[in-house]
T-cell receptor
Framework: NAGVTQTPKFQVLKTGQSMTLQCAQD?????MSWYRQDPGMGLRLIHY???????DQGEVPNGYNVSRSTTEDFPLRLLSAAPSQTSVYFC??????????FGPGTRLTVT | AQKITQTQPGMFVQEKEAVTLDCTYD???????LFWYKQPSSGEMIFLIY??????QNATEGRYSLNFQKARKSANLVISASQLGDSAMYFC????????????FGQGTELSVKP
């Protein structure tokens, strides 16, 4: 049972480049979400999904796109990376009531 | 909108003593859950304890307990018999069950355990 997996673990981008952060879970959770964590701060919700085909914006959605074509996968797309998007990104999944299970995180640096 | 406030950016505690980490919340929903997570320096998020808004008894999990005061909208984490391995960031979070499980975090408290 892998839980929540994220790839890559580390990524360096140049300003203006695009990329997709991958997230997958094998617990059949309906709810998935993406957070970013800046140094010394808490986790801020970027986008979330309550099921396949359904996504919504969180607290800091600008500059990011998501889609949810399957229950298992929830990729996060950066269309045109900016230095302000340098952060650690966490993907998480849960059922509606229970705890959220987090992936190991992706450390992204935009130069 | 939901909000979590953690007013203690940093805390120190002597090894083997108890420590309380404060958390207050704001929500207009009646059905919600409160969560505490630990984030050690290695970066992973570790679930510690959960309290549902309708739970009448305070939650406990080993050395962790949650002091839930619904009228005051507070959900403080109590760690008993602190250990050096408890040194980490601690985050309080709220999930509204009317909003599909969206989890909102506070800013966190950095706990340092002194030998």
């Amino acid at each position: 049972n892998a839980g929540v997996t994220q790839t890559p673990k580390f990524q360096v981008l140049k300003t203006g480049q695009s990329m997709t952060l991958q997230c997958a879970q094998d617990m059949n959770h309906e709810y998935m979400s993406w957070y970013r964590q800046d140094p010394g701060m808490g986790l801020r919700l970027i986008h979330y999904s309550v099921g396949a085909g359904i996504t919504d914006q969180g607290e800091v959605p600008n500059g990011y796109n998501v889609s949810r074509s399957t229950t298992e996968d929830f990729p996060l797309r950066l269309l045109s990376a900016a230095p302000s998007q340098t952060s650690v990104y966490f993907c998480a999944s849960s059922d509606t009531v229970g705890e959220q299970y987090f992936g190991p995180g992706t450390r992204l640096t935009v130069t | 909108a939901q909000k979590i406030t953690q007013t203690q950016p940093g805390m120190f505690v002597q090894e083997k003593e108890a420590v309380t980490l404060d958390c207050t919340y704001d929500t207009s929903d009646q059905s919600y859950g409160l969560f505490w997570y630990k984030q050690p320096s290695s970066g992973e998020m570790i679930f510690l304890i959960y309290q549902g808004s309708y739970d009448e008894q305070n939650a406990t999990e080993g050395r962790y307990s949650l002091n839930f005061q619904k009228a005051r909208k507070s959900a403080n984490l109590v760690i008993s018999a602190s250990q050096l391995g408890d040194s980490a960031m601690y985050f309080c979070a709220i999930k509204s069950y009317n909003q599909g499980g969206k989890l909102i975090f506070g800013q966190g408290t950095e706990l340092s355990v002194k030998p």
